[in-house]
C-alpha cells in the first residue's frame, strides 16, 4: 500500500492513531490495524499506536490480556507494517515474560521485521487525594534499557507514557541523536488538562526534538478514562496536530530543516556547561 503523497527529503509524515480501546482484543487489533492502513494511504511512513493499544488499561486487566512477544499482537503489527511498508511504533501492550509482566512498546520496519522492544522504565504510581490513586508497579515490572531506532529519516527515541516526566530521558536521546522522541501514553482526567501538553512541549523546546504522543481515545464509561487529545510539536514548542477526544487519525509532516535551523539559532548543545554537570547513562 504505497502513498502518492511526495515530501522534501529533509521532511517525511508523521501519523499517530487515537483508538477507542475495547475489553475485546480481536476488536481492537482489527480496528488499529485498519486505522494503520488509512494513516498509510494519507503518506504516513511513522505511524504510532497508543499506550495499551489491545487492552482496557488498568492493573486488573493487564494479567489477563498479557502476551508472549511475538504474539498475537505483535504478529498482526508485524504484517500491517509489511503491508503498508511503514515503521510502525506498536504503542504498547502488557507482555508476559518469564513470569513478570511488562508495559512494552514495539516497533516494526516496513519489511516486517522487528526493530526493536521497549519496556516502560518508570511506573505509573501516583496518588492525589480525592482524584486519582494508581500504582503500576502492583502488577508490572519496569525495563531497564533505552530503545532508539533508526529510519532513513532521523533516529527516533521511544518512552511510554509516565516516561516523559523524566526529562533525563529524553536528554539521554537527543545525546544519542534522535530527532523525534515518540511516547504512547495514556494521561487521565487529572494530570491530563494539567500536564499532556505542558510536558511534551517542555521536552521538545529541551532538547530542540519533535515529541508525539499516543493516546487511546476516551471512554467515559471506562475504569481509567484517557485525556485523549494526541499531539505532535515541534523543536520550537509549537502544536502541529493535536486530537479532541474521539478516535481519530492525527498527521503532521516533520521537518528536519526546521529542526536543524532552530539548532543553528539557539545552539544549547554547543553551550552547556560539561565542567559543571552532566546527564550519562549508566548502562547502554
Known sequence: ?????????????????????????SDNLARACSLVREAAT?????????????????????????????????????????????????????????????????????????????????????????????????????GDSFSTFDTPYC????????????????????????QLLVYPGAFNMTTGPAHWELLQRGRAVDNQVYVATASPARNDQASYIAWGHSTIVNPWGEVLAKAGTEETVVCSDIDLKKLAEIRQQIPIFSQKRSDLYAVEEKKP
Open 155 to 178: 533516529r527516533v527515541g521511544l518512552g511510554i507514557c509516565y516516561d516523559m516526566r523524566f526529562a533525563e530521558l529524553a536528554q539521554i536521546y537527543a545525546q544519542r541523536g534522535c
Open 1 to 25: 500500500m504505497l502513498s502518492l503523497v511526495r515530501l522534501p527529503g529533509d521532511a517525511f509524515r508523521l501519523a499517530l492513531i487515537q483508538l477507542q480501546v475495547s475489553s475485546i482484543k
Open 42 to 142: 494519507r503518506g504516513a511512513k511513522i505511524v504510532s499506536l497508543p499506550e495499551c493499544f489491545n487492552s482496557p488499561y488498568g492493573t486488573k486487566y493487564f494479567p489477563e490480556y498479557a502476551e508472549k512477544i511475538p504474539g498475537e499482537s505483535t504478529e498482526k503489527l508485524s504484517e500491517v507494517a509489511k503491508e503498508c511498508g511503514i515503521y510502525l511504533i506498536g504503542g504498547s501492550i502488557p507482555e508476559e515474560d518469564a513470569g513478570k509482566l511488562y508495559n512494552t512498546c514495539t516497533v516494526f520496519g516496513p519489511d516486517g521485521t522487528l526493530l526493536v522492544k521497549y519496556r516502560k522504565l518508570h511506573l505509573f504510581d501516583i496518588d492525589v487525594p480525592g482524584k486519582i490513586t494508581f500504582q503500576e508497579s502492583k502488577i508490572l515490572s519496569p
